[in-house]
């Protein structure tokens, strides 16, 4: 029944690796998002993905890549994970651009 | 480019008593404005939003919030605060491509 859902919800990971995080809703949305939360519980909007058209926060370094299989997922992809990449990733989606946002429980990512 | 400001990192208030969490919003046409509530160690959820039509909104858990052009803000308000409601608040204006969110606010209702 979860309308935006993520995995892993806690991800570990040493410096430099390569690591992934899905997302999947089951709402029938166009529009899907990656968003990136500091510790200090700061949102900032790292992509947006509607029909096809990838929309990109430039200041996004270019580590970071979202994919999608379909409209129902959005995954995103993190390249030589550094320390300042630690933080809680929500994926949210919306019927379409500009309407109201369904979040993920959210990923928490600790690279040591 | 259009933005949202929460004055307050902070509100504190005592159960039953009527609660605002501050809002104003800086935009280039008509504003589409959201609240956002987040509770510990979950994701975001949609309280409600302002299109167009009334300045009141009335939204989810008994929010509501008032739209008010000339001042530029848009305050969450609830009649009587319920312990339940301690969380993070965002405010949340509609950008050229996507939603840009607020510093938040936290809210502590103390019994």
């Known amino acids: 029944d979860t309308a935006v859902s993520q995995t892993p919800k806690y991800l570990v990971t040493q410096m430099g690796n390569d690591k992934s995080i899905k997302c999947e809703q089951n709402?029938?949305?166009?529009?899907m998002y990656w968003y990136k939360q500091d510790s200090k519980k700061f949102l900032k909007i790292m992509f947006s993905?509607?029909?096809?058209?990838?929309?990109i926060n430039e200041t996004v370094p270019n580590r970071f890549s979202p994919k999608s299989p379909d409209k129902a997922h959005l995954n995103l992809h993190i390249n030589s994970l550094e320390l300042g990449d630690s933080a809680v990733y929500f994926c949210a989606s919306s019927p379409r651009r500009h309407n109201e946002q369904f979040f993920g429980p959210g990923t928490r990512l600790t690279v040591l | 480019a259009q933005s949202v400001a929460q004055p307050e990192d902070q509100v504190n208030v005592a159960e039953g008593n009527p609660l605002t969490v501050k809002c104003t919003y800086s935009v280039s046409g008509n504003p589409y404005l959201f609240w956002y509530v987040q509770y510990p160690n979950r994701g975001l959820q949609f309280l409600l939003k302002y299109i167009t039509g009334d300045n009141l909104v009335k939204g989810s858990y008994g929010f509501e919030a008032e739209f008010n052009k000339s001042q530029t803000s848009f305050h969450l308000k609830k009649p009587s605060a319920l312990v339940s409601d301690s969380a993070l608040y965002f405010c949340a204006v509609r950008d050229s491509y996507d939603m840009r969110f607020g510093a938040g606010t936290r809210l502590t209702v103390k019994p």
């Open positions: 993905y509607n029909n096809k058209e990838l929309i």
């Open positions: 709402l029938g949305h166009d529009t």
